[in-house]
Nanobody, 122 residues
Framework: QVQLVESGGGLVQAGGSLRLSCAAS????????MGWFRQAPGKEREFVGT????????DYADTVKGRFTISRDNAKKTVYLEMNTLKPEDTAVYYC???????????????WGQGTQVTVSS
């Protein structure tokens, strides 16, 4: 049974930092690209960033580039999203996803977590 479980969300002031984790089970984690997406109320789910299976390449949305960092630990079957200099517009439910193809489009991902809420106060 495939599971992706996000953790680490919460309430933070603007300019602060959070680190999200996503623990995977039920599939061969090291073969899959991992992505982070977010969805704010009334908005479509949007791409945040992705990391390839080896961790050797990452890609980010322009809105978070330079502030967010994705990393992974294949031995622990976990992917991380380090978020710095947070802004109120970063407020959303954050989802991790896994896919053999990866990329910036949600349809390229096969499995999704349940999401974790991140709220940035001004």
């Amino acid at each position: 049974q495939v599971q992706l479980v996000e953790s680490g969300g919460g309430l933070v002031q603007a300019g602060g930092s959070l680190r999200l984790s996503c623990a995977a089970s039920g599939f061969t984690f090291s073969r899959y690209a991992m992505g982070w997406f977010r969805q704010a109320p009334g908005k479509e789910r949007e791409f945040v960033g992705t990391i390839i299976w080896s961790g050797g390449r990452t890609d980010y949305a322009d809105t978070v580039k330079g502030r967010f960092t994705i990393s992974r630990d294949n031995a622990k079957k976990t992917v991380y999203l380090e978020m710095n200099t947070l802004k109120p517009e970063d407020t959303a439910v954050y989802y991790c996803a896994s896919g053999l193809l990866g990329g910036t489009v949600p349809s390229r991902y096969d499995y999704w977590g349940q999401g974790t809420q991140v709220t940035v106060s001004s």
